[in-house]
């Protein structure tokens, strides 16, 4: 298949499952309006089972540059769908490959732009790729002022607590306790609750330094699995 046909063939498989309704839905649920974090993004109501879907049947089979065009698509749905076929190449390859599929992400950032796109695929690229190398890069991202950026360093430490690695997550942590938005209050929280899962006695000691300051939203998330006497005494700050 060539490219044009394979670009066009996604882009039928997409438009046929499009719903006015459902993207209407979206507009809302992802603050599209004047002002709001999602401001101006568009969407065709495809939901994300079926995008998926697409992303595993033909990822081996799109290029980079095939890619970047979705990824700069103005379509939501389009960038999503992109990230996912960009994790599942990314998954698949040798070094060099992971390499250049690092460098790929970086370089077209700026569309990686809600909150969704960046869970997606910030861990399972950026994290991944960093675990073994030096990670001042989510540093630097976190002290922009890009909401976007600031996600994507807390998020993708997500790898790293998977393979039971915490300290750049309570770092990153520590720097976003102040920040004003709440989906980073959210992210950070979530991340948290991952330290957590893993290690509840690791959650704790960041916890009992910090959680009289963090924004209550990053508070619930972080605390959202325990059990619920000890929940309601760290929202009632009786924890010491």
């Given at each position: 298949m060539n490219?044009?046909?394979?670009?066009q063939t996604i882009i039928a498989a997409l438009n046929e499952q499009a719903s006015a309704e459902k993207?209407?839905?979206h507009f809302r649920f992802f603050k599209t309006g004047p002002g709001e974090y999602g401001e101006g993004d568009k969407f065709?109501?495809?939901?994300?089972?079926?995008?998926r879907k697409i992303a595993k049947k033909y990822f081996r089979d799109i290029n980079l540059s095939e890619l970047e065009q979705?990824?700069?698509?103005?379509?939501?749905?389009?960038?999503?769908?992109?990230?996912?076929?960009?994790?599942?190449k990314f998954e698949k390859a040798n070094e060099p490959g992971r390499s250049l599929i690092a460098d790929f992400y970086l370089n077209n950032i700026s569309f990686i732009n809600n909150w969704d796109l960046v869970d997606a695929s910030a861990p399972n690229i950026?994290?991944?790729y960093l675990?073994?190398?030096n990670r001042d890069l989510l540093y630097e991202f976190v002290h922009t002022n890009d909401l976007w950026k600031q996600r994507i360093a807390i998020i993708s430490t997500f790898y790293f607590i998977r393979c039971g690695q915490f300290d750049d997550t309570f770092k990153i942590s520590e720097i976003l306790l102040y920040h004003p938005h709440d989906l980073i209050h959210k992210a950070v929280g979530w991340m948290l609750r991952e330290v957590g899962n893993r290690n509840k006695d690791a959650?704790?000691?960041?916890?009992?330094k910090h959680y009289r300051q963090m924004p209550r939203t990053m508070l619930r998330y972080a605390i959202e699995k325990f059990d619920e006497d000890l929940r309601q005494q760290f929202l009632k700050g009786q924890i010491k």
């Open positions: 490219e044009i046909n394979l670009l993207a209407q839905h065709i109501g495809v939901n994300v089972p079926f995008q979705f990824l700069r698509n103005e379509i939501h749905e389009y960038r999503s769908i992109a990230l996912f076929m960009l994790c599942y950026l994290g991944c675990f073994d190398k959650e704790m000691v960041f916890l009992l």
